[in-house]
């Protein structure tokens, strides 16, 4: 993939000369804000090339060098975006939260230049719907899916909580009492609360993988998985 890239800051971001990129790696994140730039950086951390894009020289210019790539530009100008190659790209990330016209209209752009994959950030479940129904292909909305997090964390015993899309979740928790002492197998967990102990973790050593002969105790920790309602209530469990 080729892009019209040449410094890591430029305010017009315009006339770039071109430069080879791998075909299967970068991304564009489009508004960097508090989301958008921790995102940005996070991916560069994993190895990631990154095409930072926002309309604030603030926000651009101390990212110059932390960033593969960053510019100040219009993402709601289609030729603008054109010229950044970002048609070029497999997927994209919108960072705008609070104004809500220039995320709908960045979508709506990435969308026109036929960007296969994009993920929107929405501060509103409206919001969210209107991405969806323009055709973004991931709505995440990271203020509500925290709370949600950690509302699930705080009425249980759980010490990390993540839900999917259909109701599944997984949790890491420590293991009741009654399943302490005992193999897998024999507390029947999976019977008994429709939930399934997919991983254990004894002090000083890494997870392993649970088998029905594997033996807990009340210092392990222990990954399960089940419907939320059902590993939520197992985590509740003294």
Known sequence: MRNNW???YRKD????????????????????GRFGKSLALELVTEGVEV?????DSRVVQPLAGRLTHVVEA???NVESMRQLSVHEFDRAVVGIGTDLESSILTATVLLDLGVPNI?????????????????????????HDMGKRVAHLVRGRMLDYMEFDDGYAIVKTRPPKSMCGISLG????RTRYGVTVVGVKRAGSEFTHATAGTMVSSEDL?????????????????
């Open 6 to 8: 040449d410094t890591p």
């Open 186 to 189: 024999e507390s029947a967990v």
């Open 119 to 143: 993920w929107a950030k929405a501060v509103t479940a409206s919001h969210g719907s209107i991405l969806s129904r323009l055709g973004v292909h991931h709505v995440v909305r990271p203020e």
């Open 13 to 32: 971001g315009l006339s770039l000369a071109r430069h080879k990129l791998p075909t299967d790696g970068p991304v564009v994140v489009i508004g960097l």
């Open 74 to 76: 219009d993402s709601t």
């Open 222 to 238: 222990i990954i399960v998985s089940g419907t939320a309602r059902n590993v939520e209530h197992f985590s509740t469990l003294q």
């Open 51 to 55: 095409l930072g894009i926002d309309t």
